[in-house]
Each structure stands twice: as C-alpha cells, then as structure tokens.
C-alpha cells in the first residue's frame, strides 16, 4: 500500500552529508535531517515513537566513523538504532549506510548499502517504487 508521504530522513553527524542529501533530492521530496540519538534524550528511545520517522518514507542512517552516535549523555550503535525505526516503523524504507564490520548482521528489515552513495541511490530507488521520484 503507498503511502501518501514522500519525505526522506537523514540521521548523521555529517552536515556535508546532510546538505548534499537535501540538494540530491530537492523537487522529489522533504528532507528532514537528525544529528542522532546521542545528541539528547530520543524520543525513539523513551517513547518507542519520534516525530521526525512519522512523516517519512524512507530513513537513511549514516553511521559515524566509530559506528555509533555518541554525541552527549549515551552511545547508541547506528545499526541498533536503525533496527529501532524498522521495528516501530515498519512502513518506512530503512537504509544503513555501510556497517563497521562486513560479517556484521543485521536484521533482515533494514537495507545495508555498501557507502554513502549506495545508500542515497537506495532511497532514491525506494522512493521510485513508492511512486514518487523518477528512477
């Protein structure tokens, strides 16, 4: 069943990222963007709900270079916190974009892309199936 949302959520630490990501899809969609869920008390954590996944499409988590948002009061790994989205959010699209260890698994319901840029040509693609971007 398509949605009638068609916005992409990004979670990285990375403004370069961020901005490239809201340049990348301007015309297709909202971009919301969260620093992760180190950076204060997540909603995703307290509350099994965050306002930023509600309204999106497709979610595309960015780990940091030590594989785990760390930014204030906790670490939290980026694949545990993608996992978090697919099971409270099933109807959202959730990419993690690399993983810090190849034999690492992760739970069926979260895409693995390669890099970054797999990553945003992923939810590109997922938007496209979902009726919303061109391919």
């Known amino acids: 069943m398509m949605s009638d949302r068609k916005s992409v959520l990004v979670v990285s630490e990375d403004p370069t990222f961020i901005a490239n990501i809201r340049e990348r899809f301007a015309g297709i969609g909202a971009v919301v963007a969260c620093v992760g869920p180190g950076d204060g008390r997540c909603n995703l954590d307290l509350k099994g ?20 948002f760390s930014r204030a009061w906790h670490k939290v790994p980026a694949t545990d916190y993608a996992e978090r989205i697919a099971a409270h959010y099933p109807e959202t699209f959730v990419i993690l974009c690399g993983v810090p260890d190849p034999y690492f698994e992760v739970n069926p319901e979260v895409a693995v892309a390669l890099d970054r840029e797999s990553g945003v040509e992923l939810s590109r693609w997922a938007l496209h199936v979902r009726g919303y971007a061109p391919a």
Do not use: F, K, T
């Open 49 to 68: 709900a965050c306002r930023l996944v509600d309204h999106a499409d497709v979610a595309i988590v960015d780990p940091p270079p030590s594989g785990a």
